[in-house]
C-alpha cells in the first residue's frame, strides 16, 4: 500500500502538468472546456421566462461542475509539496473562491447571498492556469509589476490634482455639480480616462483650459503602462521561443 502511494502521486502530478502525456492534455482540455460551459451556463440562467426544466438541467449541471471543481481542487492540495502557500497563491484563492460560494449557499436563503452568485465568474481566472497565452499575460504583468506600481501612486495624485483643480474653477459657476472635492472625482476620473460621458463639464474659461491639460496628461497615463505591458509581453514571449528552442 506504501509502495503503490508514491506512484499514484507521480501519476497524479504528471497528469496535472498537462502537456506530458495525451491523457494530461485531454483532462485540461475537459477542464478548460467546464469552464467555458459553466460561463455559457450562467449566461443562459439569467434569460426570463426560462422553462423550469431548463433551469432545473442548468442547476444539475451546475452540481456536475462543482463537483469536478472541487475534486480538481483536493487534488491539487494533496499534490502540492507546499500545501499552505498553495493555498494562499493566486491559482488556489481562485479555485476556491470558484467552489466556495456553492457550499456557504447550501441550506440557506439564496436571496440574501445572492451576491456569492457572482463569484462564478471567477471561472474565467481559472482559464489562466490552462492558457499558455493568459499565463504569459501573468508573466507580464509580474515583470513589470514594480513599476506598474510606482505609476499607479503617480495617476492617483494626477486623479486628486484634477479633481481639486476643476473643483476651484467650477466651485462658484456649477455649485451643485462641483460641490465639493469628492463632486468632483466622477468628473476627473471620466475626464482622465478620456472617456467623457458629458454629464458633467466644465462650464468656465478657467474649467476649459484646465479640462484641455488635465485631457492631455490623461492620454499618457494610460498610454505609459500600455507600453510597458507591451514591452513586458514581448520580452515575456522571446523567452518562451527561446527556451521552446532550447
Given at each position: ?31 478548460q472546456a467546464l469552464i467555458v460551459l459553466s460561463i455559457v451556463a450562467f449566461t443562459v440562467e439569467t434569460l426570463p421566462d426560462l422553462p423550469p ?11 456536475f461542475v462543482i463537483i469536478v471543481f472541487t475534486v480538481e481542487y483536493l487534488l491539487r492540495l494533496w499534490l502540492s509539496e507546499r500545501r499552505l ?27 440574501s447571498l445572492r451576491i456569492l452568485w457572482l463569484f462564478r465568474l471567477f471561472r474565467l481566472f481559472k482559464l489562466v492556469r490552462y492558457v499558455d ?114
Amino acid at each position: 500500500m506504501t509502495a503503490e502511494a508514491p506512484g499514484l502521486r507521480t501519476r497524479l502530478q504528471t497528469v496535472f502538468a498537462g502537456n506530458r502525456t495525451l491523457f494530461g492534455r485531454a483532462c485540461q482540455a475537459f477542464i478548460q472546456a467546464l469552464i467555458v460551459l459553466s460561463i455559457v451556463a450562467f449566461t443562459v440562467e439569467t434569460l426570463p421566462d426560462l422553462p423550469p426544466e431548463v433551469r432545473s438541467n442548468l442547476h444539475r449541471f451546475e452540481v456536475f461542475v462543482i463537483i469536478v471543481f472541487t475534486v480538481e481542487y483536493l487534488l491539487r492540495l494533496w499534490l502540492s509539496e507546499r500545501r499552505l502557500a498553495f493555498m494562499f497563491s493566486f491559482h488556489g484563492i481562485i479555485d476556491l473562491l470558484v467552489i466556495l460560494p456553492f457550499y456557504l449557499q447550501l441550506g440557506l436563503d439564496l436571496r440574501s447571498l445572492r451576491i456569492l452568485w457572482l463569484f462564478r465568474l471567477f471561472r474565467l481566472f481559472k482559464l489562466v492556469r490552462y492558457v499558455d497565452a493568459a499565463r504569459r499575460i501573468g508573466d507580464a504583468f509580474r515583470l513589470v509589476r514594480v513599476d506598474l506600481a510606482v505609476f499607479g501612486i503617480g495617476a492617483l495624485f494626477v486623479f486628486y490634482l484634477a479633481a481639486v483643480g476643476i473643483y476651484f474653477f467650477e466651485r462658484d459657476a456649477q455649485p451643485d455639480t462641483f460641490a465639493s472635492v469628492f463632486h468632483s472625482f466622477w468628473w476627473a476620473l471620466a475626464t482622465l480616462t478620456t472617456v467623457g460621458y458629458g454629464d458633467v463639464y466644465p462650464v468656465t474659461v478657467g474649467g476649459k483650459i484646465f479640462t484641455f491639460f488635465t485631457l492631455m496628461i490623461g492620454l499618457g497615463v494610460f498610454a505609459v503602462p500600455t507600453g510597458l505591458i507591451t514591452m513586458a509581453i514581448v520580452s515575456t514571449r522571446e523567452a518562451t521561443l527561446k527556451d521552446d528552442a532550447s
